[in-house]
């Protein structure tokens, strides 16, 4: 279906979109040389702050000259591109999606949401509008390529209606999903860097930018390096107990030995002394203990070094303690470690990692 | 000694079986996948190896009679590089293990043994959390399986094929299910729509198959109004129609004691037993939810124990792991010489310590240090308890297996 230069200009990433700035520029390769010219002014300008925008207040706006709004799209993802910055990549891309969500809220039909679905992001959506409450139908496996990061249990697949591999959305349960897979589209594309500087105006509005960044960038807080100790009182529950059952020679299931492991390794013990600690127990062998720890500290097999998992995956496995009732939200072991740390007076940071969050194989 | 001769008894089996039986099915994309083998000598772990084709791999276990046999679920383009980089990560097929030794049944009582490693002292059933004698937390467990546990296995495997089957509309085509050849039962989905799925998508599938996370008031179960909203909402839902089912069995099942249990007040909780015939009969008009004295957050607490009554009792970090090695379809399990076997017919009638039964001709003598009555076949063994016995060679060789006989 022809779409009109008004969609094209509220949804630039649909395939339509990428012909039309091909077809009004008279060819596929612009030069970047041609933005020079002076008819491309609004459009540079636009782009500019689109990023602007995205720093400053988090959303993009909608902007009426659609020509305009249409060109400045693959412009600014140019742009992002050239500054090379995750933070900026991240922030540009979540902006986007926002000025997505506001403009779906106004469509009237669902075409766009379907176009958008099954078009761009190769989704198997359908419309059920005779099946109310619900407005779409969503595969399971798309659904759950996206939802896992949203925390609300509201999302959790179990708390959703589900058969015959679809989960029944409303419109705006819908609308949030789409968003959100177009955010991680543009974050892909964005992952491809463009290496080297851009020339003249371009040139000038990275720079700009980066000058902008370094004010807007959010400032890690500088903890100083606390290592290698191990402050019992500031284990979250789930470590402290597994801690506990390895200091007490009891049996621990291999999940659980896993994440206190890592924990350990991660807040700086040495590795030696954490091979200690399981040669108490019934099945100890302290070769194969060696190995496997020496495994999650990443000096061996693929190198990566391992992070504990995080809350979720610790209650899906059951070894949560009462359901992090005493954690205030914290969403991972480490950051209620270096949390408490932190107000018990002490300076503490375990140390980041690539994170990794799988097991050393296990064989049934 | 006894070692060595019940290894080359062993050996010695599970090469002609190698050799012979050629008992493999096919691998789907074979070439794809790692392998992973236990010697029997030293029962070290050799992994990262790769075959071509069926035959190669028969040819392989002829010749090296490994104790045990694995492959990934995972398909990777170079299954043989050593470290998960190098490999390169396709895909993997969703796989669910359901193991007696996760599941509560009787029987425990009766097979399952624990020993104090500090004062000696010993008991039946599951192994408790310290010893009641001397306080010490190491304890050693020497667990049994008998058709009690193995059948509650089955039926834990016939919930999970409901998930399958209703919830993720899958095809019998795409859904294998096979015993374990010892405690349990495999069921691997080999479907484009879950193979690429990440281990946080995995995680959900679990929580949405074991119930974790399940809060009935985001069904709207208990503030429904009529049976057109509640057909509405069970149309849609299976998880919906689940709570239903085992609320209604609750209603009707629990008495006091259950009811005060899962959080009921006194006073709800009898207004729910003096109404229970009233509640029944409202229940599939959408009306169970308005009789007085049974307010909201009581049907919330009986929603959420129907919760814990629908899930299925999956080993959830098998299908949440994606790099997961799994016992070879059609090898032989060295715990007790049984095969993993897939079940082609009917699961309600599929008696695996018949159908997974190995090694049938002939007999062998051996001497049992202690053995719980068992079944193999259609003939009951034993108890046994320091005895010279000659025994059909599978009875034999599941006792050499779990370490509790040698040859003689």
Redesign the interface.
């Known amino acids: 279906m022809e779409e009109s230069i008004e969609t094209l200009a509220k949804y630039p990433f649909i395939p339509e979109a990428s012909e039309y700035f091909k077809v009004k520029t008279g060819t596929g390769d612009i030069l970047l040389t041609d933005f020079e010219k002076p008819e491309f002014e609004e459009i540079l300008s636009r782009a500019e702050e689109r990023i602007r925008e995205a720093l400053d207040r988090e959303e993009v706006s909608y902007k009426s000259k659609v020509y305009v709004e249409l060109l400045s799209f693959p412009l600014t993802l140019a742009i992002v591109k050239a500054v090379g910055d995750s933070f900026l990549s991240q922030r540009y891309a979540s902006a986007e999606a926002k000025r997505l969500i506001k403009l779906l809220q106004n469509e009237k039909s669902q075409t766009i949401f379907l176009k958008i679905a099954n078009e761009v992001l190769m989704w198997k959506a359908e419309y059920v509008w005779q099946?109310?409450?619900?407005d779409y139908a969503l595969?399971?496996?798309n659904y759950?390529?996206i939802?896992?990061?949203f925390r609300d249990?509201?999302w959790?697949?179990?708390?959703?209606?589900?058969?015959?591999?679809?989960v029944?959305l409303t419109r705006g349960e819908f609308t949030r999903l789409v968003a959100e897979g177009i955010k991680n589209i543009i974050e892909d594309e964005l992952e491809d860097r463009f290496d080297g500087e851009l020339p003249g105006k371009l040139g000038k509005i990275v720079n700009r930018i980066r000058l902008l960044l370094s004010e807007k960038r959010p400032k890690v807080e500088e903890l100083e390096e606390y290592k290698g100790r191990i402050i019992l009182e500031a284990f979250p529950p789930c470590i402290g107990a597994f801690y506990q059952?390895l200091v007490?020679?009891?049996?621990l299931p291999?999940?659980a030995r896993f994440a206190v492991t890592s924990f350990l390794l991660n807040i700086g013990v040495d590795l030696g002394d954490v091979v200690k600690l399981f040669t108490?127990?019934?099945d100890a062998n302290e070769r194969i203990t060696r190995y496997q720890v020496e495994h999650i500290a990443g000096l061996r097999?693929?190198?990566?070094k391992y992070t504990p998992p995080k809350c979720?995956?610790l209650?899906?496995?059951?070894l949560c303690v009462e359901d992090g009732k005493f954690c205030r939200g914290v969403k991972h072991p480490l950051s209620y470690y270096r949390r408490s740390i932190r107000r018990i007076g002490r300076v503490g940071e375990g140390e980041k990692s690539e994170v990794s969050?799988?097991?050393i194989?296990?064989?049934? | 000694m006894e070692r060595e001769r019940n290894l080359r008894f062993l050996k010695n089996l599970f090469k002609r079986f190698y050799e012979q039986e050629a008992p493999l099915e096919k691998i789907s994309a074979i070439k794809y996948r790692e392998f992973g083998f236990l010697t029997l000598e030293m029962h070290t772990m050799i992994r990262h190896l790769s075959f071509e084709s069926e035959n190669s791999l028969v040819k392989f276990l002829s010749e090296k009679v490994p104790a045990d046999c694995y492959r990934s679920t995972a398909y990777y383009l170079n299954p043989s590089a050593t470290n998960m980089g190098e490999k390169e990560w396709l895909g993997a097929d969703l796989v669910f293990d359901i193991d007696a030794d996760h599941i509560p049944s009787s029987c425990k009582k009766k097979h399952d043994r624990w020993k104090c490693l500090d004062c000696e002292e010993n008991g039946y059933g599951s192994a408790p959390g310290a010893c009641p004698k001397c306080g010490s937390k190491r304890i050693d467990e020497k667990v049994w399986f008998c058709s009690e546990c193995l059948e509650a296995a089955k039926m834990e495997t016939v919930k999970l094929l409901e998930f399958l089957n209703l919830d993720f509309g899958l095809t019998d085509q795409e859904v294998s299910i096979y015993f374990s050849g010892h405690r349990g039962y495999h069921v691997h989905v080999e479907s484009e729509e879950f193979k690429t799925l990440d281990q946080d998508a995995r995680r959900e599938i679990v929580d949405y198959i074991t119930g974790l996370g399940a809060e009935p008031s985001l069904h709207g179960l208990e503030s429904i109004t009529s049976e057109e909203e509640l057909d509405k909402t069970l149309k849609f839902s299976a998880w919906a129609e689940r709570l239903m089912k085992n609320g209604y069995d609750i209603v009707l099942k629990y008495g006091l004691e259950d009811l005060l249990r899962i959080g009921l007040k006194d006073k709800v909780a009898l207004n729910l037993i003096n109404n229970k015939e009233k509640i029944i009969e409202l229940w599939w008009k959408g009306k169970f939810n308005q009789i007085v004295g049974v307010d909201e957050g009581a049907w919330r607490n009986i929603f959420l124990e129907a919760a814990k009554r629908s899930g299925v009792l999956i080993d959830t970090v098998v299908t949440a792991d994606v790099h997961r090695l799994i016992r070879l379809e059609g090898t032989l399990h060295s715990k007790t010489g049984f095969r993993k076997i897939r079940v082609l017919k009917d699961l309600d009638s599929f008696d695996p310590l018949k159908e997974a039964v190995t090694f049938k001709r002939g007999e062998a003598k051996v001497h049992v240090y202690e053995s719980p009555e068992f079944r193999v076949g259609d003939s009951i063994f034993g108890p046994y308890s320091e005895a010279d016995v000659e025994l059909p060679i599978s009875a034999a060789v599941l006792l050499i297996c779990k370490g509790l006989a040698y040859v003689i």
């Open positions: 099946k109310a409450p619900y595969s399971i496996k759950l390529q939802a896992p990061i249990r509201n959790k697949l179990i708390n959703k209606p589900v058969k015959d591999g679809y029944y059952a007490n020679g009891q049996h291999h999940t108490g127990l019934p097999g693929s190198k990566t979720e995956t209650k899906t496995h059951g969050e799988e097991p194989q296990e064989v049934l």
